[in-house]
């Protein structure tokens, strides 16, 4: 159990337009999904935190109106990058937490999706 | 929150066991210190968690220092596909972030 998706998990596309990354929560509700952008050899850095029904909440230095993020349902949250260029080539993560009703942090990753923009 | 330290790399023998060590000094009563790995080009990947008690699971285990200032994962026979970043972060509450530092980069040699 416990399994996240993403989709697509390689995209390429040209410079300028805008590219939709879903995150799914395959087999449990997921109120608080968060994304992730990770560039070469470095670490994950957090982008936002989605909340379900809300407003994402985006982490210092990060453009909200070029990183959309819509969580829609318990069990899904999108990342559109808008008007994409070369620099927003990244390995984008998403993770979605899973209540538990106690101090037990569940939070499960994604696959991951590889945005090449030319 | 408090912050960890990691080695950035290190190597291990097939079949050994791997000690990654964490230092986490500034870690307050109420935290958890929670491990996950990366391994190349996948989605992180959860390993472990504990307060103070030691833990272990199918994976690995987790040996936590009396005074809670630091930690050592502990994979007890390292096979190639544990080449991985490993990374080891405190958590107060289940609606923490989890935010990544560099972690450690395993390498396991035949």
């Known amino acids: 159990g416990a399994v996240v998706s993403q989709h697509p998990s390689r995209v390429i596309c040209k410079s300028g337009t805008s590219v939709k990354i879903e995150c799914r929560s395959l087999d449990f509700q997921a109120t608080t999904m968060f994304w992730y952008r990770q560039f070469p050899k470095q670490s994950l850095m957090l982008m936002a935190t989605?909340?379900?029904?809300?407003?994402?909440?985006?982490e210092q230095g990060v453009e909200k109106d070029k990183f959309l993020i819509n969580h829609a349902s318990l069990t899904l949250s999108t990342l559109t990058v808008t008007s994409a260029h070369p620099e927003d080539s990244s390995f984008y993560i998403c993770s979605a937490r899973r209540a538990s009703g106690g101090a037990i942090n569940e939070q499960f990753f994604g696959p991951g999706t590889r945005l090449t923009v030319l | 929150d408090a912050k960890t330290t990691q080695p950035p790399s290190m190597d291990c023998a097939e079949g050994r066991a791997a000690n990654l060590p964490c230092n986490h000094s500034?870690?307050?009563?109420?935290?958890?210190v929670y491990w996950y790995r990366q391994i190349h080009s996948q989605g992180p990947q959860y390993i472990i968690h504990?307060?103070?008690n030691n833990e272990t699971n199918e994976m690995a285990s987790l040996i936590i220092t009396e005074d809670r200032k630091s930690s050592t994962l502990i994979l007890p026979h390292a096979t190639l596909r544990d080449t991985a970043v490993y990374y080891c972060i405190v958590i107060k509450t289940s609606y923490d972030k989890v935010i990544f530092g560099p972690g450690t980069s395993l390498s396991v040699i035949p």
């Open positions: 504990g307060l103070k």
């Open positions: 989605s909340n379900e029904g809300s407003k994402a909440t985006y």
């Open positions: 500034t870690i307050s009563g109420n935290e958890y």
